[in-house]
């Protein structure tokens, strides 16, 4: 087919139904996604069991779109790569199932991907260029993260958030603010009609000496500033409170890593053009190459689901099919544990 490798991915880990087929060289020859948005708007955030029966009845029709987009059949593939968790175990267990079905049926290899890893992993699929070791900013809705990427399955978590992922604040802000689901855009969008200084908000852990986030504080701060500022003041304080503590924590990270080859973002809040800015600025000021997936690449998807599996495959780890779904499961399961809820990393 012109190709040596080709691995389909699934991710159905939260809000998400995707696949993708990925080849080795970094060619993405299809990728199909199916978001719920609509589904989960009235609620303000995402309800399990309503994204869990909408991946069912997804996957299939997706898997298949995929297939005729790329030209090609199951046969061709030589993995298939399925995230195995961490995530609302419903949904992981539907892609996984899906992805262990395939690969008995055609008698595959199958790869069970950890989602960090495949956010982890995703900027060399878009940056070929990009080596180990990295320092790794991983900030999405379930996770805030540091991590030194040294290579496949080799994670060392620097830091972690003790209470709440940068992007649930992102979420919770918007639905205080009245703004809508998902909340991340839509705190974006209002915080270019504000005032990034007009609200007077804290920077939880700025200036500690333990390298963790802390996002709760945050997020209470600007329920008390509800009806004394306009909307858009308050997404525009909030978001700079957030870029002030991600900056912060990195910066600090950045002092105790061994010398690394890059400063790498991923993750759905990565999108995020302010966040984005100001951490290429960081690293220039570091004198480090500063890499960041495209945007389609940064919310969940099947695409970096599929290089995780190239990764993975090239190294010759594969999964026996009686591999479990797992709602947690830490990159870095010798990583100390943190005070509060950081043990949801």
Same mark, same amino acid.
């Given at each position: 087919m012109g190709w040596p490798m080709l691995i389909l991915g699934l991710e159905s880990s939260c809000d998400e139904t995707a696949a993708a087929l990925v080849t080795d060289d970094g060619r993405v020859l299809a990728h199909r996604l199916l978001g719920q948005e609509a589904a989960h708007a009235p609620f303000g955030g995402v309800v399990p069991e309503i994204a869990a029966r909408a991946h069912v009845e997804a996957m299939e029709p997706l898997v298949a779109a995929a297939f005729a987009d790329a030209g090609v059949t199951l046969a061709d593939v030589d993995a298939i790569a399925a995230t195995a968790g961490p995530?609302? /175990? %419903? %949904?992981? &267990?539907?892609?996984?199932?899906? %992805?262990?079905?395939?690969?008995?049926a055609a008698s595959k290899p199958l790869i069970a991907v950890n989602h960090l890893e495949g956010h982890a992993l995703s900027p060399?699929?878009? =940056?070929?260029?990009?080596?180990y070791p990295y320092l790794l900013l991983l900030v999405s809705g379930?996770?805030?993260q540091l991590l030194l990427v040294e290579g496949v399955g080799r994670y060392r978590r620097m830091a972690t958030t /003790? =209470? =709440?992922?940068?992007?649930e604040a992102f979420d919770k802000t918007a639905k205080l603010l009245g *703004? %809508?689901?998902p909340g991340g855009p839509r705190v974006e969008a209002a915080a270019r009609e504000g005032d990034p200084f007009a609200v007077p908000l804290p920077r939880p852990l700025k200036g500690a000496a333990e390298p963790h986030f802390s996002f709760a504080g945050l997020k209470s701060a600007v329920a008390r500033a509800i009806g004394q500022y306009c909307?858009? =003041?308050i997404a525009a304080s909030f978001q700079q409170a957030v870029v002030d503590c991600l900056l912060d924590r990195t910066r600090r990270a950045l002092a105790d890593v061994p010398p690394v080859t890059a400063l790498v973002v991923a993750g759905g809040v990565a999108a995020n053009g302010v966040i984005r800015a100001a951490l290429e600025a960081l690293a220039a000021e570091h004198g480090l190459r500063f890499v960041a997936p495209p *945007?389609?690449?940064c919310t969940d998807n099947a695409? &970096?689901?599929a290089w995780a599996g190239v990764e993975r495959f090239r190294e010759g780890l594969t999964d026996p099919l009686d591999t479990p779904a797992r709602a947690r499961w830490p990159l870095d399961p010798a990583a100390e544990a943190v005070r509060g809820a950081g043990v949801k990393a």
């Open positions: 995530g609302l /175990i %419903g %949904g992981v &267990m539907v892609g996984l199932v899906t %992805g262990k079905a395939l690969a008995h060399r699929l878009s =940056d070929r260029e990009l080596a379930g996770h805030c /003790i =209470d =709440d992922a940068a992007g *703004l %809508g689901y909307p858009e =003041d *945007l389609w690449l695409a &970096m689901i």
